[in-house]
């Protein structure tokens, strides 16, 4: 494929289910959440941006709402691993089905 073909990729993004020890709770419009899962998506200058999401403890659906990713090293460690994982995954591709 010549370079003037090549696809314009706008977004990759990976959800990661946080392991039960890492994850936190946090407050949103008066309803306190149990954060389960990261959303992660490669910026295009290659940095790594992520927000948390979750359920509302008391049950329930909830709403879709996304919460500040804490800077703990722990966190930090599992973006770092997700992101290296899907990256393997996507160069592994066997394309479509």
Avoid at 81 to 91: D, T
């Amino acid at each position: 494929m010549s370079s003037d073909m090549l696809p314009e990729v706008s977004a990759l993004a990976i959800n990661v289910t946080i392991p039960e020890r890492l994850r936190w709770t946090d407050i949103r419009r008066g309803e306190e959440f149990t954060l389960t899962t990261l959303n992660v998506r490669l910026l295009p200058d290659g940095r790594l941006a992520a927000k948390a999401y979750g359920r509302p403890t008391g049950g329930g659906r909830g709403t879709y709402v996304s919460f500040p990713l804490p800077d703990t090293p722990e966190l930090v460690a599992l973006v770092d691993a997700a992101a290296g994982r899907a990256g393997a995954l996507w160069a592994a591709h066997r394309g479509l089905g």
